[in-house]
């Protein structure tokens, strides 16, 4: 680094090629359930038959479109309409829109709790203080 005039400075920067990979490196791939991402894609018939892998209540709900596992049954619907959206039929897309409704009306109230609950922190502390000084 050498000052210049006017007092700015210029860098050098030296890019230094690295080794090329021979093979790519797997990314993890984030789920909402801990368990390994599954080795094939489903059909939506597989939904119906017995098997371990079809969306239950005792086993991981699978998106039959990219593969991802949830926990629970709304994150999966909520899952299909926001990225599958085009792929949903109309009874899926509108149950998508009653899970989304129901899913901001859970939000409206926990944001006004949170809001009910900042308040009351506020006003304690503002009357701790008045005691106090």
């Known amino acids: 680094m050498r000052a210049a005039e006017g007092g700015r400075y210029t860098f050098a920067v030296t890019v230094v090629p690295t080794k090329a990979r021979s093979a790519p490196v797997p990314t993890p791939q984030m789920t909402d359930v801990d368990s390994p991402p599954p080795v094939r894609t489903r059909s939506r018939d597989a939904e119906s038959d017995g098997s371990p892998e079809a969306n239950g209540p005792d086993?991981?709900?699978?998106?039959?479109?990219?593969?991802?596992?949830?926990?629970?049954?709304?994150?999966?619907?909520?899952h299909r309409g926001?990225?599958?959206?085009?792929?949903?039929?109309?009874?899926?897309?509108?149950?998508f829109?009653?899970?989304y409704e129901g899913e901001e009306e859970e939000l409206n109230l926990f944001r006004l709790k949170a809001l009910a609950l900042l308040v009351l922190v506020y006003f304690g502390f503002l009357i701790v203080y008045a005691f106090v000084t």
């Open 82 to 95: 926001l990225e599958h959206g085009d792929r949903l039929s109309p009874a899926e897309y509108e149950r």
């Open 59 to 78: 086993g991981p709900r699978v998106c039959e479109f990219c593969g991802r596992r949830f926990a629970r049954e709304d994150w999966l619907v909520l």
């Open 97 to 99: 829109q009653e899970t």
